[in-house]
């Protein structure tokens, strides 16, 4: 993992230097200073900042300058990512004061999270006015300006012209969004900076304590983790924001660094253990969440013997896969109709913007002020608060709905002691027009509502609704005046939150009441289990159940409706038969198992290159079958092309042995001649065949006037009908005698 990192990051910095090569190819023979007005307040550096890399992490300032111009490389923006690196970078600003008045400023590394800082000030012969140096691997009172990042102070005399140097070295990612500030906008830019911090810190504090005297009234849980959470969040933005550093550990250098994994950590877990309170995560899902979290913690311990900055990378990609993953997770349970989902899918959204903001700040999209700096902190506050009151109005409404089910059960117990209280079965009388009479406990509790009037007021006048599909409701009713009753008929019915469900329902014709008015007596049982098992049962009958792809009855089931398509429409499909090459080795020499294995991770690797392109199955073995709707010959001649290449690239490692594939596709094109699923499945596994007499691992393109194909068919063809006549016991066997020509009588053999 460490080593894939670094590639990425070297690549990323290849990528980033060719991008500011290009784009200051004409600027870097002749630096330009920037001038600085009397009335300066803010500058940026793009374009006027030079940099390059010490890979021997040993050039002294005066040997920098020393080097060549075209060493250098001009900064076109006004925060420079240059990744993970563990070289040193030198930047290079010339100023100039052409002013009458002298000039006090204060130049500013807006990046807390950097290892070590040096910066010299220069005058026009390159001779040394001043120089610091700070970086969070140095107690806090190293810098210059008590600052969350590092600000340095420097006067410039009239007509003055000097040049800036920082050396910057860093284990964790090379961000430098350096400006000059007037000394007196800095220091009022710093205030407001402070005061923006502190109250916005602030509100995260206030929230979580909240929380936590609101789980010590209710000892609900849920509070408790989400005080957990706001913690958490709390604690990573001021270690990320040089906050930490400052008012809580000034002097612990060692342990800044190791902060932000656990910063990192804690607000993981944080996230992990709210979600898990606040949403119904469970089974393979709620594991998956389990072990993203576990994989932060034991990275923990890493710190002392792995790279810093890989780790950093590693536990945030981790932390991003864990957000996401919940956030698709909740919004798939609010399009079922979870409400606390919705609320919480929604509550996401400004923490998404902010992140966003801080994002384009970053790439320099849109520009930097006191007010986008903090769009990340405040935006997250606003989610927080979001969410804190959802948690609250949540806990209101279940509290409610307990008290209400609980007095409902008291006023009925007696009424309905025997029918209602005691029954399983869900009991409703309803009226001919559709109309609610009356429901027992167990009928509301299977349709997911509190309460009576709850079902009432929902589906009271319109028992319609209940139906998944509403015309349901008068084929029973129509069934039912036919036949004086019903039993044991299947119905798919819809959950107060909107999920459908399963029951076997029976009903009768009844009379009600003094006038004799016609009404319709119910009984029904949930079989949402069983029809689960029954869903599964036909999952099995068309899966694969090493792959979970489709299996070859389903494939076949597929294609005639594929078929039929062709026959009927003027559509574009096309099949591929994939045979894998040199499978057979592997599970001779390392055992079926480790072949399935082998077969798993194809399967993972081929869905992930179709990307949804196709219906892919398992036709047995190492053979795989692909249907691609709307794609034409030349369509599917590419997409085979990126199946045989990714095959082709793809290695598989066993007890230290590296093992090559191939794969062989045959490819037919679907026609109105094709007459039967048998005539395509005969022709692509021709054409496969076709492909491995050719060389193997190649793709062969049916076509009805190829003569190699058409004696390749007839073969196939020809040992078919052997096969078959064989078993069948088909063949007989005849004899001709021999005898001499001059002695008919006389055999010779």
């Not at 250098?72 to 006004?78: E, G």
């Not at 995560?281 to 913690?297: D, E, S, Y």
């Not at 009805?704 to 006549?725: C, D, G, P, Q």
């Amino acid at each position: 993992m460490t080593f894939l990192i670094r590639q990425f990051k070297l690549i990323q910095f290849a990528f980033i230097l060719f991008i500011n090569t290009v784009c200051s190819q004409s600027l870097t023979n002749n630096q330009q200073a920037l001038a600085l007005n009397s009335q300066v307040k803010s500058l940026s550096t793009a374009y006027y900042l030079y940099y390059l890399k010490d890979e021997t992490n040993r050039l002294t300032s005066s040997e920098v300058l020393q080097l060549p111009k075209d060493r250098w490389t001009v900064s076109t923006t006004k925060s420079l990512n240059l990744g993970t690196e563990l070289s040193t970078f030198w930047f290079r600003l010339k100023l100039i004061n052409p002013n009458d008045k002298q000039l006090e400023l204060v130049a500013l590394n807006n990046y807390a999270p950097t290892d070590k800082v040096e910066f010299f000030l220069l005058d026009s012969n390159d001779a040394e006015l001043v120089r610091f140096l700070t970086g969070d691997r140095l107690p806090h009172s190293s810098r210059p300006i008590e600052h969350l990042s590092y600000a340095f102070p420097f006067s410039l005399e009239p007509k003055q012209e000097a040049t800036l140097l920082f050396k910057i070295n860093s284990r964790g990612n090379i961000i430098v969004p350096i400006t000059v500030w007037s000394e007196i906008e800095f220091f009022e830019y710093q205030k407001d900076f402070f005061i923006i911090f502190g109250l916005l810190i602030g509100i995260l504090i206030i929230t979580s304590f909240y929380n936590l005297i609101v789980y010590f009234q209710t000892n609900e849980k849920l509070f408790l983790s989400f005080a957990f959470f706001i913690i958490s969040v709390a604690f990573l933005v001021s270690h990320q924001s040089g906050m930490a550093m400052l008012y809580l550990w000034p002097t612990a250098t060692n342990f800044n660094q190791f902060g932000a994994l656990l910063s990192i950590t804690l607000g993981i877990w944080g996230l992990l253990a709210f979600s898990l309170s606040y949403l119904p995560i469970r089974g393979k899902f709620r594991k998956f969440c389990l072990f993203i979290a576990g994989i932060c913690l034991l990275i923990l311990p890493s710190y002392s013997v792995l790279p810093y900055g890989p780790l950093v990378q590693l536990d945030l990609l981790l932390g991003m896969i864990l957000l996401i993953s919940i956030l698709i997770y909740s919004v798939k349970l609010s399009l079922a109709g979870d409400s606390a989902a919705k609320t919480y899918s929604l509550a996401w959204t400004p923490f998404i913007i902010g992140t966003l903001i801080s994002a384009l700040i970053r790439f320099d999209i849109i520009p930097y002020s006191i007010y986008t700096e903090f769009a990340g902190l405040f935006f997250a506050v606003i989610t927080i608060i979001w969410l804190s009151m959802a948690i609250a109005e949540r806990i209101n409404t279940e509290k409610s709905s307990r008290i209400s089910a609980q007095h409902l059960a008291i006023s009925n117990l007696k009424k309905y002691e025997e029918l209602f209280e005691h029954s399983v079965e869900g009991i409703f009388t309803s009226s001919a027009e559709g109309k609610l009479i009356r429901a027992n406990p167990a009928f509301i509790k299977m349709l997911g509502y509190s309460n009576e009037k709850s079902l009432f007021d929902v589906v009271g006048d319109n028992l319609r609704s209940l139906y998944k599909y509403h015309y349901q409701r008068e084929n029973i009713i129509s069934e039912l005046q036919d036949k004086g009753e019903i039993v044991d008929k299947e119905v798919e019915l819809v959950r107060a939150d909107g999920k459908t469900f399963w029951v076997s329902l029976s009903m009768r014709i009844a009379k009600s009441g003094d006038d004799q008015d016609t009404v319709f007596e119910g009984a029904m049982i949930d079989i949402s289990t069983r029809k689960e098992s029954e869903n599964k049962l036909a999952y099995l009958a068309a899966h694969d159940p090493l792959t979970n792809l489709f299996n070859r009855r389903e494939f076949e089931v597929q294609l005639a409706d594929a078929l039929a398509e062709i026959h009927s429409l003027e559509s574009k499909i096309s099949v591929l038969y994939m045979d894998l090459d040199q499978f057979k080795v592997v599970n001779d020499t390392c055992g079926h198992t480790v072949g399935d294995k082998l077969l798993r991770q194809l399967t993972q690797l081929m869905t992930a290159t179709l990307n949804e392109r196709g219906l892919l199955a398992r036709l047995g073995g190492d053979e795989f079958g692909l249907i691609l709707r709307d794609c034409d010959q030349d369509a599917a001649d590419h997409i085979a092309e990126e199946i045989r290449s990714m095959i082709e690239d793809y290695r598989f490692t066993y007890k230290n042995r590296v093992f090559s594939l191939g794969i062989s596709i045959g490819l037919v094109e679907l026609t109105s001649g094709f007459d039967s699923i048998e005539d395509v499945m005969s022709f692509a596994d021709t054409a496969c065949y076709a492909a491995k007499d050719a060389g193997r691992n190649r793709i062969h393109v049916y076509s009805s006037n190829n003569i190699e194909f058409e004696k390749r068919r007839h073969e196939m063809e020809l040992v078919t009908a052997i096969n078959s006549a064989i078993a069948k016991d088909h063949f007989q066997l005849y004899r001709q005698k021999i005898v001499y020509n001059n002695n008919q009588d006389k055999l010779h053999g």
